[in-house]
C-alpha cells in the first residue's frame, strides 16, 4: 500500500514536471512518412561523399532514402588518375556510409564520355592495349564492390542527341562501334549477378535517341550480350516531356523484359527564367509533377520497377542551377533540409493516393 502510494506521488511530480517543461520546448514538428518504408522499390538519391560530413544530409537522406548513387565519385576521372592507378577513398566513404544505413547502392558510372580521365584520353598504346586497359578498368571496379554494388550504369549517354547516333567518344574511336557489347560483357564477367544498365537521358523526347537505344537492347537481346535495365535519367521540368512520353519509353523497355530505372530526377520549375522565389503555385505544380511520374512508374509491373533516384537531395546543391544559370528548386528538400510539396507529391503516390 505504501509502495503503491509512492508511486501515484512520483508519477503525479512527473506528469507536473512535464506540464510545467512543456511551455519551452518547441512545438513537435511531425515529420512525414519517409518514403523509404512505405515503398516497394528503392527510393535513391545521389550524393557527394563531401555531404557526408553534414548531420542534417545524412539525417535526412538515411531516414528518407533505400538506395545510394555516388554523383561524382565512382565515375572513371575521380576513380582512376592513371593506369592502374585506384583513388578509392571517397566512393569507399559513400559505400561505408550506405551499408550502415541499410540502403542499397546504385554504381555511376563505368563510361562516360564526360568523365574520362587524361590517361584514357591521351593513351598512347594500340588500340588493342587500350581496350585491355579499360577491360582492366572495368574488371577492378566491379570487382571491387561486387558485395556492396547491385547495379552499374555500365555506359552512359552513348548516343548524339537528335541523330541517335553513336557517340564519337573516345571509347568508340579506340575501340569501334561494337564497343558497347563488349563492355557490358566485361562487367558481366567481373560479376555475374550484378545487374548491368544502359543510362542516358532525352530518351523520352528525343526520337532518334530512344530508337538507337531500342535498338541496342533489341540487338544486344538478340546476341545473348548480358543487360538487365535501361536508366532514364529524367531530368525534366513541371511541364516537359509530356507524361506519355515518358510512359511510352518505360512501357519500350518493359516489353523487353528489362527493368526500369528513373536514375537522375529532378523537376526544374524555372526552365523560362520567370521566378527569383520558388511561389507556392509553382512549388504546387511541381508536386502534382512528381506525384504523376511516381504513379505512372508504380504502374509498371513490379519486377519491371528497379527504382527512382533523386539526383541530388537539397535544392541549393542541384547541379541544374550552375548548369542553366537560373535559380532552381528542382528536389525533393529545401536549403533547411525540409521536405516540400514536392515530397508530399512522391508519398502521396507510394500511398495511392
Ligand atoms: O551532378 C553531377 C555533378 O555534381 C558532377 O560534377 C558532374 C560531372 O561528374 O556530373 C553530374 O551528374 C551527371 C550524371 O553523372 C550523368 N547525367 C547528367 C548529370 C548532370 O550533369
Known sequence: MIRLVWCLVVLGMLSF????????????????????????????????????????????????????TAEYEMKMRPLSSGQGVYNWEAADDLVSWARAQGMQIHGHALLWHESVPAWVENFGGSDHEFEEAIKEYITTVVERYKDDVVSWDVVNEAFDNNSGALRNSVFQKRMGDDYLARVFQYAR????????????YGAT???NKRRSILRMVDDFQSRG??????????????????????????????????????????VRVNPNGD???????????????????????????????????????????????????????PLLFDANVQEKPAYDGFLEALQGR
Open 17 to 68: 514536471g512535464c506540464k510545467s517543461s512543456a511551455p519551452t520546448e518547441p512545438p513537435a514538428v511531425e515529420q512525414p512518412a519517409p518514403l523509404r518504408e512505405v515503398a516497394s522499390f528503392p527510393v535513391g538519391v545521389a550524393l557527394q561523399a563531401r555531404r557526408l560530413s553534414s548531420a542534417p544530409h545524412t539525417r535526412a537522406a538515411a531516414r528518407t532514402f533505400s538506395s545510394l
Open 205 to 207: 523526347y528525343d526520337a
Open 275 to 329: 521566378l527569383t522565389t520558388l511561389t507556392p503555385a509553382r512549388s504546387q505544380a511541381q508536386k502534382e509533377r512528381v506525384r504523376n511520374i511516381v504513379t505512372a512508374f508504380m504502374a509498371l509491373p513490379q519486377e519491371h520497377r528497379f527504382g527512382i533516384t533523386m539526383w541530388g537531395l537539397i535544392d541549393p546543391e542541384s547541379w541544374l542551377i550552375e548548369f542553366w544559370g537560373n535559380p532552381e528548386w
Open 225 to 266: 550480350i548480358p543487360i538487365d535495365g535501361v536508366g532514364l535519367q529524367a531530368h525534366v521540368t513541371y511541364t516537359f516531356p509530356p507524361l506519355t512520353s515518358i510512359q511510352a519509353m518505360m512501357d519500350s523497355i518493359v516489353v523487353r523484359g528489362l527493368k526500369v530505372h528513373l536514375s537522375e530526377l529532378d
Open 189 to 200: 564477367d567481373a560479376d555475374p549477378d550484378v545487374l548491368l544498365f544502359y543510362n542516358d
